[in-house]
């Protein structure tokens, strides 16, 4: 077999492969409605990033290099780095019911969401991505600042769009339920 057989067998597994995974069922299911709005108003573990970030700095726990407890760095940077790796798993779930909730929001108003299908899929494809390196910068002990910000600045821009969207239908809403003018001087004129 030449390479470029080879190389074309191993692509088409790879797109067979994403394409499966793309498909799966969504973990989350929600019915139309206030299923929806409240998953919205949860918080978001972006908030909680800050926190990540300086738990995971080697200069925060450098102090106890220095005072000859370097068994109890090494424990304790283990476990933070366990707990970023949970932190990381969270975000992911998190960016997932984001786009469970695009889904839901563009069968309830197609109009108002703007995410495409296939927008989604790419933005679900991406942040997978980013999570599983990530993921191994952590475990290689490598420094993930900047990826944590990426996934957070994603997560971060769906549930924007997303309250926009929320708001548009909303607005919808309230303009559809609203009597017209001339229906208040017919109810007065009586």
């Known amino acids: 077999m030449s390479a470029s057989l080879l190389f074309?067998?191993?692509?088409?597994?790879?797109?067979?492969?994403?394409?499966?995974?793309a498909s799966r069922p969504s973990k989350h299911r929600f019915t139309p409605g206030l299923d929806v709005f409240e998953a919205l108003s949860q918080s978001r573990h972006s908030s909680r990033m800050s926190h990540?970030?300086?738990a995971l700095r080697p200069a925060d726990t450098e102090f106890l290099r220095q005072t000859?407890?370097?068994a109890l760095m090494q424990t304790v940077r283990r476990q933070r780095k366990r707990i970023a790796l949970?932190?990381?798993?969270?975000?992911?779930?998190?960016?997932?019911?984001?786009?469970?909730?695009?889904?839901?929001?563009?069968?309830?108003s197609p109009e108002a969401v703007g995410v495409e299908e296939m927008e989604r899929w790419k933005l679900s494809l991406v942040f997978a991505a980013?999570?599983?390196?990530?993921?191994?910068?952590?475990?290689?002990?490598l420094q993930p600042f900047s990826g944590?910000?990426?996934?957070?600045?994603?997560?971060t821009n769906i549930a924007r769009q997303l309250e926009a969207a929320t708001t548009r239908i909303a607005e919808t809403a309230v303009r559809g339920s609203e009597p017209?003018?001339?229906?208040?001087?017919?109810i007065g004129g009586l």
């Open 8 to 21: 074309f067998i191993f692509s088409a597994l790879v797109v067979l492969l994403l394409l499966l995974w």
């Open 52 to 54: 990540i970030l300086q």
């Open 68 to 70: 000859g407890q370097a």
């Open 86 to 108: 949970n932190y990381l798993d969270q975000l992911q779930e998190e960016f997932e019911t984001l786009l469970e909730i695009s889904r839901v929001l563009a069968l309830m």
């Open 130 to 141: 980013n999570c599983a390196f990530l993921r191994w910068k952590l475990r290689l002990g």
């Open 148 to 155: 944590f910000t990426l996934l957070s600045d994603m997560a």
């Open 180 to 186: 017209s003018a001339t229906g208040h001087e017919n």
